[in-house]
């Protein structure tokens, strides 16, 4: 890739922080915040995707920035008024702006045009203010830019110009006035562009230096003629002199032909001197101080300007401490100092750590092993070691680390556009952006968050009409909030809006033969039912359901993260949906147990209690499959050497522990087990990676005796393999 | 010895182009990210040419040109403005500021090359 493609690449990553810096200013926009910071921070963002997309040529993307960026202008000047039609259009025009990005970036074929061209008429209706825009786009006009070419080879020195027929070579005459010394421009580099052009002669007339108390730096008291012997083009000329023309007077006159300026200067210098001479600085201050009492003009040669001119002001080496003046807004955080590494390295450093951690605990236990008493000096070291290794994971996992906000921002279009499709007025109000989570699991948010805002919008809120004759306000809100709960991130997308309909949720689900008909249920069990596999069909899903799926597939992608979701709702008030996952995929907190000669474990946020199987608490459904009574009600015990098939026979349960956990649907279990070994975090290592799919087996890892323990999949364990394992032939010992 | 260009925008894609041109043309960059990080970047490096972009962050381009010039140690030091063709309204405002000159946007390199050398001394 050559250096103006990897630029290029890089203005793709901008736009995308451009534009989730612009969504997020105009949601402020939308919430009230009109200030001038605001509206400026939206103008900023457009202006820079249009300057970068002007450097690539990019025409279709210049041309709709530049509508938006000019009633961004109207707006922070505060021509036009920033009110709600106005953000409205501004929001929508956003999402135009994110598709000609996309565009250019040849991620989607095309834009809509008739989109962007009904934007692009609304933005100049606002701009203009409900006049038809001027026909020619002559005002204010940059972008009618010319795609440049990106040559790097640069030309040194300047080609020359075309050469003008009739000029043999030219005069100038110029004389600075005070302020173009004051914005840094000088004479002597003015004089060295010209230089280049070709031969010089230089005068320099000081007739009018006044003495030096009379010396006032606002005046230009020094008049220079420059007579340019080559033919060059009078453009060059102007050129050279286009950062002062405004400061200085300026006459060009072709030599031998007639003035082409007005020229503020009547007299020609009194003679021309053949450049020789350096500029006597001495006899020029002793001139103006007035010592030198010839008032008569004198000419002093001035040629052989030098490429590096001496400063005209001495400059003081700049020193750390100069303090400029600075207009910082105090609320404003400076920049992030960042920088960017490759995400495999990251990862390996991951797994270096996670060995380093497997490795420690092996260590550890060795040297318990070995009889060391634990104040000997080399036990104590081992448990520095261990928090400084817990450390270092830490950290490690903090690289991985990253806001949801990334995920956030791809949500007010998602909203507006769902609204616009069923017709509702929905707000989306969003809280801990900054909250933040394994990448991993950042990137997996996206998805379920997208699902439920859906149905929040399509489901959960009622029509304008309807929500007025609830006496609410007609717009409904969306809230989107992260935050993060003993240990684990909390998603909750909640609504204002009807609240579930627990008797329609309850006949679709009889009706479809999920539950009894006469199934006592509380209230969070049939909201619950929503996430039951096949509840969510053609049939409940309205309108939106040509790309919808069923709330038990957001389920699902939800637990192969490890996490869990519920819902609560109260009717007429509108339902909360909760999302739980663990901060990160690589690491998990467990209880070590035994199972037949075998160590498992049994993931920490899975279970609920342990308990010793008393005799009198077992009973036999249909005499085959054992349950155990928890808490007044009847658990399935499920014998997981036996079903893993790691013994042939069940072991009788009152010799054993049993584990009650929970699958992320609530169903409850109790898992049998030789015994608990303790508890401890442990680094997953991936079993798909390393050897194949095991039901029942989410990871493995590796213990601190070296010895490999598999990681149980609660949830498969418990709702599949259960019933296809227990033998018919189990009985109870005792 | 090589000349020191400090160039202050906010947009990466920017800064990168500036850097391009101005490293391939032997200039030594510095970079800052936007006005009040120009200023300080200034006054801790010091710069033989400033290019700074108007629109930025925390402070624009105008405020590093009224900074620049109210800096006793950088008051003479050259600052070019970044500025779109027709923006003759902050042409003429960076110049009121104390701007030496001005940078085309989008920029051909040779040109913006041939900007900074009329004005480094």
């Known amino acids: ?734 | 010895m090589t000349k020191t260009v400090l160039t202050i925008d906010d947009s990466r894609t920017m800064r990168d182009m500036l850097l391009m041109a101005l490293e391939d043309a032997g200039y030594t960059v510095i970079q800052a990210v936007d006005g009040v990080d120009g200023l300080e970047t200034l006054a801790a490096r010091g710069a033989d040419v400033i290019i700074t972009d108007i629109n930025m962050p925390r402070m624009d381009g105008f405020g590093v040109i009224e900074g620049v010039r109210a800096d006793p140690n950088h008051r003479t030091t050259p600052v070019l403005v970044l500025t779109t063709e027709s923006d003759v309204e902050k042409k003429a405002r960076a110049r009121a500021a104390g701007a030496t000159g001005w940078i085309v946007k989008p920029f051909d390199p040779a040109k913006l090359v041939d900007a900074v050398r009329r004005v480094a001394a």
């Open chain 1, 1 to 734: 890739m050559d250096a103006f493609e990897a630029i290029k690449v890089t203005f793709f990553q901008e736009c995308d922080e451009l534009l989730a810096d612009l969504e997020a200013k105009l949601m402020l926009l939308e919430q009230g915040q009109t200030d001038l910071e605001t509206i400026n921070a939206v103008f900023r963002a457009v202006h820079s995707v249009k300057g970068g997309a002007g450097a690539f040529g990019l025409e279709a993307l210049v041309r709709f920035a530049h509508v938006f960026e000019t009633l961004m202008d109207e707006l922070r000047s505060g021509r036009k008024p920033c009110d709600t039609i106005t953000i409205k259009t501004l929001l929508r025009a956003s999402d135009v702006l994110a598709d000609h990005i996309q565009a250019a970036q040849g991620l989607i074929p095309q834009v809509d045009e008739g989109r962007s061209a009904a934007l692009v008429a609304e933005l100049e209706m606002l701009t203009h203010g409900g006049e038809a825009p001027p026909a020619v786009e002559d005002e204010d006009d940059d972008f009618g830019f010319m795609p440049m070419a990106f040559d790097m080879a640069l030309d040194e020195p300047v080609a020359a110009p075309e050469p003008e027929l009739e000029a043999v070579g030219w005069r100038i005459v110029f004389k600075p006035m005070g302020r173009m010394y004051a914005n840094a421009n000088e004479t002597g580099l003015l004089l060295r562009e010209l230089g280049r052009l070709g031969p010089t002669t230089v005068v320099l007339d000081d007739s009018e230096t006044p003495t030096l108390d009379a010396l006032s730096v606002e005046d230009g008291c020094l008049t220079w003629t420059v007579d340019l012997d080559a033919a060059v083009d009078e453009a060059a000329l102007l050129e050279v002199f286009d950062f002062v023309e405004s400061d200085c007077e300026l006459a060009i006159t072709p030599l031998g032909g007639a003035s082409n300026m007005n020229a503020p200067f009547e007299d020609e210098p009194a003679a021309v001197l053949p450049a020789s001479d350096d500029l006597d600085i001495a006899a020029l201050l002793a001139k103006a101080s007035g010592a030198v009492a010839d008032p008569v003009p004198e000419t002093i040669p001035f040629a052989a300007i030098e490429p590096e001119p001496a400063p005209a002001v001495a400059t003081p080496a700049p020193t750390p401490v100069a303090a400029a003046p600075v207009a910082a807004s105090a609320s404003v955080a400076p920049a992030p100092v960042t920088i960017r590494v490759d995400l495999d390295r990251v990862d390996r450093l991951i797994n270096v750590v996670g060995e380093l951690v497997i490795q420690q605990a092996m260590l550890s236990q060795r040297v318990l092993e070995s009889g060391l008493a634990r104040s000997s000096g080399i036990a104590l070291g081992l448990e520095d070691l261990e928090l400084l290794t817990r450390e270092i994971q830490d950290s490690v996992m903090a690289i991985r680390a990253q806001p949801v906000k990334s995920v956030f921002q791809r949500m007010p279009r998602l909203v507006r556009e769902v609204a616009d499709m069923v017709s509702k007025q929905v707000r989306l109000v969003t809280v801990g952006e900054d909250t933040e989570v394994d990448k991993t699991v950042v990137e997996r948010l996206a998805e379920p968050i997208t699902h439920m805002l859906r149905n929040a919008i399509d489901h959960g809120l009622e029509t304008p009409d309807e929500r007025i004759a609830a006496g609410k306000s007609a717009e409904g809100t969306v809230r989107l909030a992260a935050l993060h709960r003993s240990g684990r991130i909390v998603i909750e997308i909640s609504d204002d809006g009807r609240g579930i309909n627990r008797e329609r949720v309850k006949k679709i689900a009889i009706d479809k033969g999920l539950i009894a008909a006469d199934a006592p249920l509380t209230d969070e069990q049939i909201d619950n039912l929503i996430f039951a596999p096949g509840f969510s069909t053609a049939a409940v899903v309205s309108d939106i359901s040509g790309r919808g799926v069923g709330m038990d597939v957001v389920k699902r992608s939800i637990q192969a993260l490890g996490g869990r979701i519920s819902i609560s709702s109260v009717p007429g008030k509108g339902s909360t949906f909760t999302l739980s996952l663990p901060l990160t995929l690589a690491v998990l907190d467990g209880m070590v147990v035994a199972a037949a000669e075998q160590t498992l474990i049994a993931p920490l946020p899975t279970i609920v209690e342990s308990l010793t199987p008393q005799a009198a608490d077992l009973h036999f459904v249909g005499g085959v499959d054992p349950v155990i009574r928890f808490r007044d009600r009847f658990l399935p015990l499920i014998d997981v050497a036996l079903i893993m098939g790691f013994r042939e026979q069940p072991m009788n349960p009152t010799d054993g522990v049993a584990v009650v956990v929970e699958t992320e649907g609530g169903q409850q279990a109790a898992l049998l087990f030789d015994a608990i070994q303790g508890q401890r975090q442990v680094v997953i290592k991936s079993l798909e990676t390393n050897y194949q799919q095991v039901e029942g087996v989410a990871a493995a890892t590796i213990l601190g005796d070296g010895r490999v323990a598999l990681i149980l999949d609660v949830d498969v364990i418990v709702t599949d393999m259960r019933r296809k394992s227990i033998r018919p032939d189990f009985k109870l010992a005792s």
